[in-house]
């Protein structure tokens, strides 16, 4: 289960942190990553970070979102400066977790994901 937090609404030139944090019977977690989803568009890569820290930004976000995780506690952050209007979007967490599935009684990494956080920025 991952669980998103601090979403909300912000004046443009603002700043808000994202959280989300996996839990449940998750044996290791590999790539973690924030996605956004405006009204009528796709969903869409923000940034994403590999369990030993490699990171990957959308070209719209570089120099003003920061990406971070504390493995210790299965847990991802997005720092996100400099806010604009077009920020505004469904904020959703993903993790690529080795999780027990009981369907197929054994473990298996799939993707999972979280239910999304809203992100409102004002003009």
């Known amino acids: 289960q991952l669980v998103e937090s601090g979403g909300g609404l912000v004046q443009a030139g603002g700043s808000l942190r994202l959280s989300c944090a996996a839990s449940?019977?998750?044996?290791?977690?590999?790539?973690m990553a924030w996605y956004r989803q405006a009204p009528g568009e796709q969903r869409d890569l923000v940034a994403d970070?590999?369990?030993?820290?490699?990171?990957k930004y959308a070209d719209s976000v570089k120099g003003r979102f920061t990406i971070s995780r504390d493995n210790a506690k299965n847990t991802v952050y997005l720092q996100m400066n400099s806010l604009k209007p077009e920020d505004t979007a469904v904020y959703y967490c993903?993790?690529?977790?080795?999780?027990?599935?009981?369907?197929?009684?054994?473990?298996?990494?799939?993707?999972?994901w979280g239910h999304g956080t809203q992100v409102t920025v004002s003009s």
């Open positions: 993903k993790a690529y977790c080795k999780a027990y599935v009981k369907l197929y009684s054994s473990w298996r990494w799939s993707d999972y």
């Open positions: 449940g019977n998750m044996f290791s977690i590999g790539i």
């Open positions: 970070i590999t369990s030993g820290g490699s990171i």
